[in-house]
């Protein structure tokens, strides 16, 4: 079965920045969406960001101008870029892929942001 990898989440100070990365352990077909979800204690899991096969962009309104994402085709890898990070941001992050067959989920991977 192929899962879905995550990196990069980790403790980071008010300001400071952190890449996610995202990428299957196999090949998946018909990609038309990648992504990034997340979830904070008590809270629901919300769409943070998203960017389609033909290169179009969404962001949540919380994270524009701060968040980046983006995609390597040929390594079927998703990145977020995410600068001047606030306590608000502290969630467990989640990676999706959507294709043409189904929906892969990654684990999820922590981001915690604390003085």
């Known amino acids: 079965q192929v899962q879905l990898v995550e990196s990069g989440g980790g403790l980071v100070q008010p300001g400071g920045s952190l890449r996610l990365s995202c990428a299957p352990s196999?090949?998946?077909?018909?990609?038309?969406?990648m992504g990034w979800y997340r979830q904070a204690p008590g809270k629901q899991r919300e769409l943070v960001a998203r960017?389609?096969?033909?290169?179009?962009?969404e962001y949540a309104d919380s994270v524009k101008g701060r968040f980046t994402i983006s995609r390597d085709n040929a390594k079927n890898t998703v990145y977020l870029q995410m600068n001047s990070l606030k306590p608000e941001d502290t969630a467990v992050y989640y990676c999706?892929?959507?294709?043409?067959?189904?929906?892969?989920w990654g684990q999820g991977t922590q981001v915690t942001v604390s003085s």
């Open positions: 999706f892929v959507g294709s043409g067959y189904s929906d892969y």
């Open positions: 196999g090949s998946i077909f018909s990609i038309y969406v």
């Open positions: 960017i389609f096969s033909g290169g179009r962009t």
